[in-house]
């Protein structure tokens, strides 16, 4: 793909997008028996009535910035301070995935693009937010699926962060085997039942639901949902804290920098192995709010007490400002200037699969003193 079309590709999203927002709300309203935000504890707001599929979901410690009149401004009225003429450069590794089929001792992590993972943990398989699809609805993909779809076995499970589309793919959930069991939040089983995929359980935040040896927990994050469907916010959003009983896996979907993760750290540290986005982040002013560049992602590390970071929700689709590949570089300056391992704190090449190294005893330290 061109850089005309890659830049034609996102601007018809975000046209898109505003013509959705303008036939729905821009941002759901606030519960009405909702407490002004100053007179709660930040904390007990992560516990709080945050809305419902009849009404629509909201995040009771900070409301939703955006507009319709934001999107015009960063649209027609900014201009992006990125050099975007060269074509991006995103690392791949070769990779059939056959190894999925069989027992995996030490523990793996594929990373298959944007925010899909594959997990291989003993003999089972865990995706993330699995996409394999060649749009998310008008941004056409940059990068190739690091695993072919056909190589996830028939007794996967996989966890879903929210129904954006470069997050949830019609085609995918149509590609992927009908036994895969499903993990989603609320107001979501419906639209897998739908689409003949009766293998799914919907979650609210603080809710865990077993999967043999898995406890599988959503978690709270900072977004939204929208899809044309589905009209906005109708169904919730979250991150996911899934443990086997000898790791935990923190995977955080889309969210933007809050103090979620210092709780998420409090009650379920250690952490194994945290995958958090890095990329889609400026502008600052628009983005901020939903999406963490690679500094609040690194601050997030350490609140989860995660042993092990791998940054995704890039390389894949170009949805904001920055290059597709600059999150990478950035993240790899960051590590560097703190001091951090950059075999624990890194992102991945499409296709490559980091494998657990062991313990140790070395934690992320104070990340922004």
């Known amino acids: 793909m061109t850089r005309a079309e890659r830049v034609r590709s996102r601007r018809l999203a975000w046209l898109a997008l505003a013509g959705v927002a303008a036939l729905t709300l821009a941002v759901a309203p606030r519960s009405p028996g909702s407490p002004p935000l100053g007179d709660v504890d930040p904390v007990d707001l992560l516990y709080a009535p945050h809305g419902d599929v009849e009404e629509g979901f909201f995040t009771p410690w900070a409301e939703d910035p955006k507009s319709l009149w934001g999107i015009v401004r960063w649209w027609i009225l900014s201009s992006n301070s990125y050099d975007k003429s060269r074509d991006p450069v995103v690392p791949r590794v070769a990779n059939d995935g056959a190894f999925l089929a069989g027992f995996e001792p030490e ?18 398989v865990l995706l993330t937010d699995p996409h394999w699809g060649e749009r998310a609805l008008i941004p056409a993909r940059h990068s190739e699926p690091g695993i072919p779809l056909d190589a996830v076995p028939d007794d996967a499970f996989a966890v879903l962060s929210h129904n954006h589309y470069d ?25 897998f039942r739908e689409r003949g995929r009766p293998n799914v359980v919907e979650l609210d935040w603080w809710q ?19 899809r044309i469907e589905t009209g906005t916010n109708l169904s919730l959003w979250c991150t996911w804290l899934v443990d086997s009983g000898e790791r935990r896996y923190f995977f955080a979907g889309d969210t933007g920098y809050f103090h979620g993760f210092a709780e998420f750290g409090r009650r379920y540290a250690p952490i194994d192995v945290a995958m958090l986005p890095i990329g889609a982040y400026e502008p600052r002013w628009f983005m901020q709010w939903q999406h963490m560049d690679p500094a609040e992602a690194l601050r997030a590390h350490a609140d989860l007490g995660a042993r092990v970071m791998l940054g995704m929700h890039w390389g894949t689709f170009d949805l904001t400002d ?41 934690m992320p330290g104070c990340l922004t003193c």
């Open 107 to 124: 523990v793996s992590v594929t990373w298959v693009g944007h925010s899909t993972f594959a997990i291989h943990d003993g003999d089972d």
């Open 167 to 191: 997050h949830l793919d019609a085609d995918t959930v149509e590609w992927l085997p009908e036994s895969v069991q499903w993990f989603v939040p609320l107001g979501l089983a419906d639209w």
């Open 208 to 226: 865990s639901a077993e999967r043999g040896r898995w406890t599988i927990t959503c978690l709270p994050s900072q977004h939204w949902s929208r």
């Open 322 to 362: 920055e290059p597709i590949d600059l999150p990478p570089h950035v993240l790899r300056g960051l590590v560097h200037e703190q001091g951090l391992d950059p075999a624990r704190v890194r992102a991945l090449a499409v296709g490559e699969t980091w494998r657990d190294p062991g313990e140790t005893t070395s």
